[in-house]
């Protein structure tokens, strides 16, 4: 079965770029879609089909996908954007990466 | 407002089974890809299961396959999970969610717990 391999942790210094990775073989061959989850709440999507924003997602928000990773780029990194962050793909089924904590201090 | 309201989700002991649900609002239903997501407590999100609009096709991970069945009602904006022979294995927050473009999960119900009880 097809597997997405992330992180399990992510530190950035506010108002500094976080990268978060996301890895699978060929993956650039697929879309890659990105979810935001804090504590207690439901996931929530921040980018779809490798670099779509969603409406309402702040433009420091941006994606990528090539070769065998995508990546979650968040610039300017806020406070507000610590949380747990999944990568998202299909290979014949729905796979999700097991998750990376972005920490910003 | 688009919304997924999940229910029938608590306490069930190994072995038996819960009837999940998932209201719809907001969105043209009949026109979208379903799924169920769970996230077992303190871990990651594992897709479950999904169902083509019409409930034509219905596809499932490995782990529930032959117990677990989705199903849906286009009259009634409905989603459903049908859970059998639960294990303690399947204790998590139990969500629905939309499939957009791309397969990406745009909209998101609140979840429901589902606790098994060995």
Redesign the interface.
Known sequence: ?YELTQPPSVSVSPGQTASVTCSGDKLGDK?V?W?Q?KPGQ????VI???KKR?SGIPERFSGSNSGNTATLTISGTQAMDEA?Y?C???DS???????TKLTVL | EVQLVESGGGLVQSGGSLRLSCAASGFTFRSYWMSWVRQAPGKGLEWVANIKHDGSEKNYVDSVKGRFTISRDNAKNSVYLQMNSLRAGDTAVYYCASEGLGSSFEYWGQGTLVTVSS
């Open positions: 079965s879309y879609s979810y989850q439901s996931p929530i999507l779809s089909q490798n969603p747990d999944y998202q793909a299909w089924l729905v796979v999700f990466g097991g998750g």
